[in-house]
């Protein structure tokens, strides 16, 4: 009986919006919350650095990152999958 646990480690899909620095990506993650006073729903955005080993991501891509151990001062997400590839111009 070997079940595949579910990973307690949190995943987010945000958007590539810095590709710069190497290995490294800056992921733009928005999220839709309910304003605590007012009820207006409000977009509510955070940037994450996260390892990208071989550079595979770049900006305008659509990707999801995994929450892992510090790799950096800044760093403690690692990109791990393509959801959408950004859009040819």
């Known amino acids: ?3 595949a646990k579910p990973s307690l ?10 590709d710069k620095r ?9 999220r839709r919350v309910k304003h ?8 509510k955005s955070s940037k994450y ?6 550079g595979e991501f770049h900006v305008g891509d ?12 800044t760093k403690n997400w690692v990109a791990t ?3 959408q590839k950004a859009a040819a111009v």
Not at 36 to 43: S, W
Not at 66 to 73: A, N
């Open 36 to 43: 605590e006073l007012y009820g207006k729903i409000v977009a």
């Open 22 to 30: 190497a290995k490294t990506v800056t992921v733009l993650v928005e």
């Open 49 to 54: 650095h996260a390892h990208d080993e071989n």
């Open 81 to 83: 999958r393509l959801v």
């Open 62 to 73: 659509l990707i999801e990152i995994t929450e892992s151990r510090p790799i950096s001062k």
């Open 1 to 3: 009986m070997t079940e």
């Open 9 to 18: 480690k949190r995943t987010l899909v945000g958007k590539v919006v810095s």
